[in-house]
């Protein structure tokens, strides 16, 4: 750990391909803490051969967000009992708007100070970095526009709902990592 800063959550939010995950283990790395990911927590789930992993894969596979229960369920566990005195790196939660307000309410509740970092890119930038990245069929074309229009339909009003609590920072993602590091390290040191 090389840097200090007041906030015990730090959200990373953003469309799909836009560095939440790049940033997510340069925080953790350099601030401490554990990262933690629905979107990590849904990959693991949908390799087991159940009925909820089957649910679950074709989900992220047709790229449809999880239904909200799942996700406020894993986020909370996380918040009050899994990581309830740890710095937590949240990468992939409350991309439903009222996930976003639960989120903000279990902050408040608890007293444990949070912040957003939006990472802003163009729909043209997400469908160049996830043909060029290729990771699995959630980079595929089909995937990515449904994965955009979830953004548009849900995580775009989730990010207002942190503006509109002065929590949310918007960091222009179109950046190099380590420009985009820079920007979001200053903020985190100075607060």
């Known amino acids: 750990?090389?840097?200090?800063?007041?906030?015990?959550?730090?959200?990373?939010?953003?469309?799909?391909?836009?560095?939440?995950?790049?940033?997510?283990n340069l925080i953790v790395s350099h601030f401490g803490g554990v990262l933690y990911s629905n979107g990590n927590k849904v990959r693991e789930t949908a390799t087991q051969p159940t009925v909820f992993g089957k649910k679950m894969k074709a989900m992220y596979e047709g790229g449809y967000l999880i239904p909200e229960w799942i996700a406020s369920y894993w986020m909370t566990h996380a918040l009050v009992s899994q990581f309830e005195h740890e710095r937590v790196v949240f990468e992939a939660v409350a991309k439903k708007p009222n996930e976003a307000e639960l989120f903000h309410d279990i902050h408040e509740w608890l007293g444990r100070p949070y912040v957003v970092f939006h990472l802003e890119i163009s729909d043209d930038e997400v469908r160049a970095r996830s043909e060029a990245r290729a990771r699995d069929v959630v980079d595929s074309p089909k995937s990515v526009e449904k994965r955009l229009e979830e953004y548009r339909t849900y995580t775009a009003h989730s990010i207002e709902i942190f503006?509109?609590?002065?929590?949310?920072?918007?960091v222009d993602g179109s950046l190099s990592p380590e420009e985009v590091q820079q920007q979001i390290f200053t903020y985190l040191q100075s607060n």
């Not at 730090?10 to 939440?20: D, R, Y």
């Not at 503006?163 to 918007?170: C, E, H, Q, V, W």
């Open 1 to 24: 750990m090389e840097y200090r800063t007041q906030f015990q959550s730090i959200v990373l939010m953003g469309k799909i391909a836009s560095g939440k995950g790049t940033q997510a």
């Open 163 to 170: 503006r509109s609590k002065g929590t949310l920072i918007d």
